[in-house]
């Protein structure tokens, strides 16, 4: 099949003398141009926003508007549109000023036919050139946009699936001691809540988080006899059960992406006196992250449930740790957490407890949906057979 070949390039001509006009355009047309002219500026710009006009021929002089305006407006409203200027003698100095504004070539009044048409087809081949320059760079654009998408994606997925890994991890600790898998999650609302209280953000709350819900890790290495046990510890026991802290840092200190969590987990039994454990660190020597873990780790044992006690209300263990900022506390951040106020520690409390039945409500649906799936399978297969 023979290919059909490609309409006429369109040359617009603007010119307010008709005479020079016509010329041009009966020249043109026996070139197999398609031509149209137009009597000055903004009648031009009336054409080619009508159609599109890959080249515009204008006379430099004309009444009111003139060339260089029309040509600053193509510039403007058309940028792909080429711009060749016709000038009269002694115009030179202007006609440099063209093709500094973009004009791709200016002839002398009236041009040679062999100039006019040498110049249009420079003109066109240019504007080929530069479209198909545009379009490549529009599609690389596109590419780096999309790998971009994709490699945030890739990342987000590949922080999720950390995130859920530590999730997994602390709630099968969690179960083990509290015989509720809750007890770190809620640690962390808390802790989150009171650090964006003192304006900690972006990465340091995300570490402070998750130094927060790793902070009892090491109890995977206290044997069930002392971390279980319904009594007093012993004072051997004991011993055991403060090795917590550096197990728990010797287990995730050599995750680069757990180094700063790793300092909490360390530090999450220091106390602002200088009375904790494992080193005995005073004030600002414990992580700032640890100082507020020591609040939201309070707050939660005492308004949580244990097989042995019925926890107690959030107004009392606010006064508690009130009465203990300073001492065991750092005060800046028992003030943050009085700052929060009892009404919103309650509400998180109830958010967590609502979106866990929400996970669970969603994932027996589709465990509901999966059973339905497999026993239409089963049917199908029986039918079959
Ligand atoms: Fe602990």
């Given at each position: 099949m023979e290919a059909i070949p490609p309409p006429p390039p369109r040359v617009l001509i603007v010119d307010d003398d008709e005479s020079v006009r016509d010329v041009i355009s009966v020249l043109l047309r026996e070139e197999g141009y398609h031509c149209a002219v137009a009597s000055d500026a903004d009648m031009a710009l009336e054409l080619a926003e009508a159609e599109d006009t890959p080249l515009v021929i204008s006379d430099m002089k004309m009444p009111g508007k003139d060339g260089l305006w029309l040509l600053e407006a193509f510039r403007d409203k058309h940028p792909d549109t080429s711009v060749i200027m016709l000038t009269g003698y002694g115009d030179t100095e202007q006609a440099v000023d063209c093709l500094r504004r973009g004009a791709v070539d200016y002839l002398l009044k009236p041009p040679k036919l062999t100039d006019l048409i040498r110049s249009i087809e420079r003109a066109l081949a240019k504007r080929r050139l530069e479209m198909a320059r545009k379009r490549y760079q529009k599609k690389l654009e596109r590419k780096v946009r999309d790998r971009t998408t994709e490699l945030r994606s890739a990342l987000k997925d590949v922080s999720t699936t950390y995130q859920n890994t530590l999730l997994a991890l602390v709630t099968a600790l969690d179960a083990r001691e509290h015989e509720t898998s809750d007890h770190s999650q809620r640690v962390v609302e808390y802790t989150v809540a009171i650090a964006q209280r003192m304006g900690i953000k972006g990465p340091e709350l995300d570490e402070i988080g998750r130094g927060a819900l790793l902070h009892d890790i090491g109890k995977i290495g206290v044997p069930d006899a002392v971390l279980l046990k319904p009594g007093k510890l012993t004072p051997e026991e004991w011993v055991e059960m403060r090795k917590h802290p550096d197990i728990g840092f010797s287990m995730i200190a050599p995750i680069p992406f757990l180094a700063i969590p790793s300092q909490i987990v360390l530090s999450h039994q220091e106390r602002w006196d200088g009375r904790g454990y494992p080193r005995g660190l005073k004030g600002n020597e414990v992580h700032i992250g640890a100082r507020i873990f020591a609040v939201a780790d309070t707050l939660d044992a005492m308004t949580s449930d244990r097989p042995y006690r019925k926890g107690t209300t959030f107004a009392n263990a606010i006064e508690e740790i009130k009465r203990c900022s300073g001492t065991q506390f750092d005060p800046e951040v028992v003030s943050a957490f009085l700052d929060i106020g009892e009404a919103q520690l309650i509400k998180i409390k109830e958010d967590m407890v609502a979106r866990k039945k929400?996970?669970?409500?969603?994932?027996?649906?589709?465990?509901?949906?999966?059973?339905?799936?497999?026993?239409?399978?089963?049917?199908?297969?029986?039918?079959?057979?």
């Amino acid at each position: 099949m023979e290919a059909i070949p490609p309409p006429p390039p369109r040359v617009l001509i603007v010119d307010d003398d008709e005479s020079v006009r016509d010329v041009i355009s009966v020249l043109l047309r026996e070139e197999g141009y398609h031509c149209a002219v137009a009597s000055d500026a903004d009648m031009a710009l009336e054409l080619a926003e009508a159609e599109d006009t890959p080249l515009v021929i204008s006379d430099m002089k004309m009444p009111g508007k003139d060339g260089l305006w029309l040509l600053e407006a193509f510039r403007d409203k058309h940028p792909d549109t080429s711009v060749i200027m016709l000038t009269g003698y002694g115009d030179t100095e202007q006609a440099v000023d063209c093709l500094r504004r973009g004009a791709v070539d200016y002839l002398l009044k009236p041009p040679k036919l062999t100039d006019l048409i040498r110049s249009i087809e420079r003109a066109l081949a240019k504007r080929r050139l530069e479209m198909a320059r545009k379009r490549y760079q529009k599609k690389l654009e596109r590419k780096v946009r999309d790998r971009t998408t994709e490699l945030r994606s890739a990342l987000k997925d590949v922080s999720t699936t950390y995130q859920n890994t530590l999730l997994a991890l602390v709630t099968a600790l969690d179960a083990r001691e509290h015989e509720t898998s809750d007890h770190s999650q809620r640690v962390v609302e808390y802790t989150v809540a009171i650090a964006q209280r003192m304006g900690i953000k972006g990465p340091e709350l995300d570490e402070i988080g998750r130094g927060a819900l790793l902070h009892d890790i090491g109890k995977i290495g206290v044997p069930d006899a002392v971390l279980l046990k319904p009594g007093k510890l012993t004072p051997e026991e004991w011993v055991e059960m403060r090795k917590h802290p550096d197990i728990g840092f010797s287990m995730i200190a050599p995750i680069p992406f757990l180094a700063i969590p790793s300092q909490i987990v360390l530090s999450h039994q220091e106390r602002w006196d200088g009375r904790g454990y494992p080193r005995g660190l005073k004030g600002n020597e414990v992580h700032i992250g640890a100082r507020i873990f020591a609040v939201a780790d309070t707050l939660d044992a005492m308004t949580s449930d244990r097989p042995y006690r019925k926890g107690t209300t959030f107004a009392n263990a606010i006064e508690e740790i009130k009465r203990c900022s300073g001492t065991q506390f750092d005060p800046e951040v028992v003030s943050a957490f009085l700052d929060i106020g009892e009404a919103q520690l309650i509400k998180i409390k109830e958010d967590m407890v609502a979106r866990k039945k929400q996970r669970l409500a969603e994932a027996t649906q589709k465990a509901l949906a999966a059973a339905a799936e497999a026993e239409a399978a089963k049917k199908a297969l029986e039918g079959a057979n």
